[in-house]
């Protein structure tokens, strides 16, 4: 059959124009596309021989082949796979898009950027075509296996095509690019440079199944031909982990990935494996660090873990496979049915993408749990590491709540060294105790110390002492464990009678009530600015007042919090709560009641005030008057 030319259809004519010169700032993938086809085409001709679809091909060396030859600037990729017939390259080879095209364009032009338009570019699948990127010139020799007879297809990508059948032509397909001139500053690189061609295949093709061999370069000057006797070089280590048995491969190999993959000079805290099959196959092989990188709570650092389709490499840090509060896992993903050409953007709306990230992300915490039930020494190094961004989930991941919840473990005031889980909270619960409680603050020591656990102290009901930034935000967002309220001993009215305590006669807390309304009335007046209310208090025993938030206000720390973030939150008033049986207290309200000057009395009040907000940590609002205030009282005394 003589050679025949032919035109690309208009449509695909501007497509192919924007692939070459739009699609890839990283000139590099057109070799990982190259090497993806000829994989696919050695895993067809392997399944057809073992379907005796294909009785007279050769099976016993299936490879790929990279030859070079830097004189005639040429790339040469090779595969022995299942090869094309003719009328298959005429219609995989020789149009760009069979349909679709033209919409693809007009979406195309809609593209308000530079980047919506790549993304666009993205979603459609190039593969071969990507040649174009770094070279003048195309051609490729293929003969089907079990066919006599092979096709010859070039181009130059300028709008035509010439296809031919030839007599001669080995099983498979050869493509040879002929490069443009290299130009470092437009990311086009010498790729006729062995140590270049290592590199991409190094970091897009290592797991690839089938060997990827570099054959050598004759030196200059060599007519003779030694060079041509020198073994080529395999490029892929074809060790791919996540497809083998767990069975057939040694510790030390996981080790060894998971220190290629994350940079990290320390061994695993835990291997994790998955193999998804049915309707979406994928693998994946993921590892929980031994320790926390320093960088984990910053906005730079690179969370995700590395993608591959069939073993392919597609991109690093992969953030749509696994939700936010996981970014310290790392690890691998291999699916069987995702287009290369993807960019994040795309990722974040793949139905399959989603379905990974649901499953990955149960797959961790199962093994959290696993890790808690059966190894209390690796959980527990894992939790010191990592638990304070695992609770970033609990506002996050409503649908994982539970488990969230269920390898969580918390300081407590039951044990001084030992955490404890909810779980294990709740079945300590003193009988009639009907809620979780819980006291955030910047230490162990200064939660101890808060006027407000006087109360729980004495009547010995337990209490979480939570002590990490996030925990002033996830409490708010998680209501109850196991249908118990969690109730903050710092919010709302506490009525602790049946909860391990004497209860004390109503009649005796109306009295009370009775006995100090007055001061209660005048106090607010005095304090208008900074409280909302004034009131007695059960949970004191020991000092004078404490402030308590509203069941429903943010917590000053929580208020810091945001403002850190640049959020405009109006500072909410507290309730200021007085110890009826306190000394100081009693002799307020007796000066109250008998004094004609009040005058002294309003400061006493001030003092009292800012006593409550020290106590907590926090800091009057005009710390030099109440310096100045408390100082005049001292000097009384003596």
Known sequence: MPTETFEFRVEARQLLQLMIHSIYSNKDVFLRELVSNASDALDKLRLAALRDDAPDADVSDLHIDIETDSEARTLTVRDNGIGMSYDEVAELIGTIANSGTAKFLEQLRQADDEAGAENLIGQFGVGFYSSFMVADEVTLVTRRAGEAHGTRWSSRGEGTYTLETVDEAPQGTTITLHLKPA???????????PWKLREIVKRYSDFITWPIRLAPQAPAGDDDGDGAAREPETLNSMKALWARSRDEVEEAEYH????????????????????????????????????????????????GIQLYVKRVFIMDDCEALLPPYLRFVKGVVDAQDLSLNVSREILQQDRHIQLMHRRLAKKVLSSVKDMMNTAPDRYATF???????????????????????????????????????????????????????????????????????????????????????????????VAEFDGKPLRSVAKGELALDGDG??????????????????????????????????????????????????????????????????????????????????????????????????????????????????????????????????????????
């Open 383 to 477: 939790w010191r590491e990592f638990g304070p961004v695992l609770k970033e989930g609990l506002i996050t991941d409503a649908d994982n709540r539970d488990a969230l919840l269920a390898v969580s473990s918390f300081a407590t005031t039951h044990d001084a060294s030992e955490p404890t889980t909810l779980k294990q909270y709740a079945e300590r619960m003193k009988e009639g105790q009907d809620a979780v409680y819980y006291m955030t603050g910047d230490s162990r020591e200064a939660i101890e110390n808060s006027p407000h656990m006087e109360a729980f102290r004495d009547r010995g009901i337990e209490v979480l002492l939570l002590t990490d930034p996030v925990d002033e935000v996830w409490t708010d967002a």
């Open 183 to 193: 130009d470092p500053e437009n990311q086009l690189h010498d790729y006729t440079s």
């Open 256 to 303: 060894e990935l998971y220190k290629h993959i994350s940079h990290d000079w320390n061994d695993p805290l835990e291997t994790i494996r998955l193999q998804a099959e049915g309707t979406f196959e994928y693998q994946a092989l993921l590892f929980i660090p031994a320790h926390a990188p320093h960088d984990l709570f910053t906005q730079g650092y690179k969370r």
């Open 501 to 638: 305590g004497e209860e004390k006669p109503a009649e005796d807390r109306e009295k009370q009530n009775e006995e100090y309304a007055d001061l209660l009335t005048w106090m607010k007046e005095q304090l208008d600015e900074d409280v909302k209310e004034v009131r007695l208090s059960s949970r004191l025993t020991v000092s004078p007042a404490c402030l308590v938030s509203d069941t429903d206000d943010l917590t000053p720390a929580l208020e810091n919090l945001y403002r850190a973030m640049g959020q405009d939150v109006p500072r909410a008033r507290r309730i200021l709560e007085l110890n009826p049986d306190h000394t100081l207290v009693k002799g307020l309200n007796r000066a109250l009641r008998d004094r004609a000057d009040r005058a002294a009395l309003a400061e006493d009040a001030q003092l009292l005030h800012g006593l409550a907000v020290l106590a907590e940590g926090g800091r009057p609002k005009e710390p030099a008057r109440f310096t100045q205030l408390l100082a005049e009282r001292l000097e009384r005394a003596l």
